[in-house]
């Protein structure tokens, strides 16, 4: 079974607007972290935004924010205002921190921002 | 505070060579891990180092080989290179392994023909 979960491909949204990509994980290790990175087209996993499992609140980075729904196993993340530079790629990725610490990645959501 | 380091950024290659990737972490930062991410199988786990020592490994050929220096920079290397090689290869820097935090570098882009 797949760990993370990306459901869709490609997302477009209009400049200004707020944007909700989708991710589910699969895990049975109760001390879990989850993330979020951006990719642009130069390659580098830009870091936006960790919820840790025992976390009470959801998480939240100025534009972006994570809604999780544990019992629902669910990480999806949240930006506000979407600017032009957002257009890239975003990795959903589990850490479960009793089993070796190691990425679990999703397929990624390419996401495009138009003017 | 620097960031994460990978040399060189890209590298074309011939089937049957060799090729060695370096990985210098974020002062401080003892953990590095590598990821190989193609179009076919995304993002996949190599192998995790922590002060020298290997501590994870993935579901790879014993092609893919790694070690990290004392300083905690740490080195990859691919032996017979195979066209299926050819992939973004990511490095992640973080303190310990675990926790909320992991910084990439911005990747070595291989080529095999």
């Known amino acids: 079974a797949q760990k993370i979960t990306q459901t869709q491909p490609g997302m477009f949204v209009q400049e200004k607007e707020a944007v909700t990509l989708d991710c589910t994980y699969d895990t049975s290790d109760p001390s879990y972290g989850l993330f979020w990175y951006k990719q642009p087209s130069s390659g580098e996993m830009i870091f936006l935004i960790y919820q840790g499992s025992y976390d009470q609140q959801n998480a939240t980075e100025g534009r972006y924010s994570l809604n999780f729904q544990k019992a629902r196993k669910s990480a999806n993340l949240v930006i506000s205002a979407s600017q032009l530079g957002d257009s890239a790629m975003y990795f959903c990725a589990m850490r479960e921190f009793n089993t070796g610490n190691q990425f679990y990645f999703g397929t990624g959501t390419s996401l495009t921002v138009i003017p | 505070k620097a960031g994460v380091t990978q040399t060189p950024r890209y590298l074309i290659k011939t089937r049957g060579q060799q090729v060695t990737l370096s990985c210098s972490p974020i002062s401080g930062h003892r953990s590095v891990s590598w990821y190989q991410q193609t179009p076919g199988q995304g993002l996949q786990f190599l192998f995790e180092?922590?002060?020298?020592?290997?501590?994870n490994k993935g579901n790879f050929p014993g092609r893919f080989s790694g070690r990290q220096f004392s300083n905690s920079r740490s080195e990859m290397n691919v032996s017979t290179l195979e066209l299926g090689d050819s992939a973004l290869y990511l490095c992640?820097?973080?303190?310990?392994?675990?926790?909320?935090?992991?910084?990439f570098g911005q990747g070595t882009r291989l080529t095999v023909v």
């Open positions: 992640a820097s973080s303190l310990y392994g675990g926790g909320n935090e992991a910084f």
């Open positions: 180092y922590f002060s020298e020592t290997q501590r």
